[in-house]
């Protein structure tokens, strides 16, 4: 079994946003927190929480449009709210043991999608699964998303429109574009012992 992960970190997406992290196994599975900003003013902040078995158990997004909470129900389906300056959304969407979710500019439910399929995509081949994609306006969409494993660590990701890269390491963290001013950093989310 590998060691529990607790660690924070910051990267800087392709598109100039600063991503800050933090993320934390515990017996229930891992929890994701994780915030955007923009020229110094934040676009959007999440929660995710994943169960032991890699699925998504519950996203708690906020953004400049309001809240939104989705969480899987085991008839079926995923439901939730969007809560915004003109009152309150409820949300319901097709769900299933195949599909995943995604958030626009924020890549932590992408790279838990990736770390899922990384178990059964080897480098070179790709897998397309149904998705629900969570845009800055709280809007849902409903489609497909195809991951392709380009190397052990980086994944294309593509869909409606939409292609970018990501790149986690082995224990399922996002690592920084690579391009010079990354800003990249990753430290322990508790205090090191002291011997």
């Given at each position: ?35 955007t900003t ?117 994944w294309r ?20 574009s690579g ?17």
């Amino acid at each position: 079994m590998s060691a529990m992960v607790r660690r924070a970190g910051r990267a800087r997406l392709a598109d100039g946003t600063q991503l800050v992290w933090s993320v934390a196994d515990g017996r229930r599975g891992r929890r994701w927190r994780a915030m955007t900003t923009r020229d110094g003013a934040l676009t959007g902040a999440l929660l995710l929480e994943v169960g032991v078995d890699g699925r998504p158990a519950r996203l708690e997004l906020a953004t400049a449009a309001g809240l939104l909470t989705l969480h899987p129900e085991p008839s079926g389906s995923l439901h939730g709210n969007a809560v915004t300056a003109d009152g309150v959304r409820h949300l319901t969407f097709a769900w299933s043991g195949e599909h995943e979710l995604e958030v626009d500019g924020l890549p932590i439910a992408s790279a838990v999608t990736a770390r899922r399929l990384a178990g059964s995509t080897a480098v070179g081949e790709g897998r397309t699964v149904p998705a629900a994609a969570v845009a800055p306006d709280l809007s849902v969409r409903e489609g497909a998303r195809r991951y392709v494993r380009v190397d052990d660590a980086t994944w294309r990701i593509e869909g409606e429109g939409d292609r970018r890269t990501l790149t986690i390491d082995e224990r399922g963290l996002p690592v920084g574009s690579g391009e010079a001013g990354d800003e990249a950093g990753e430290w322990p989310l508790e205090l090191e012992p002291h011997g």
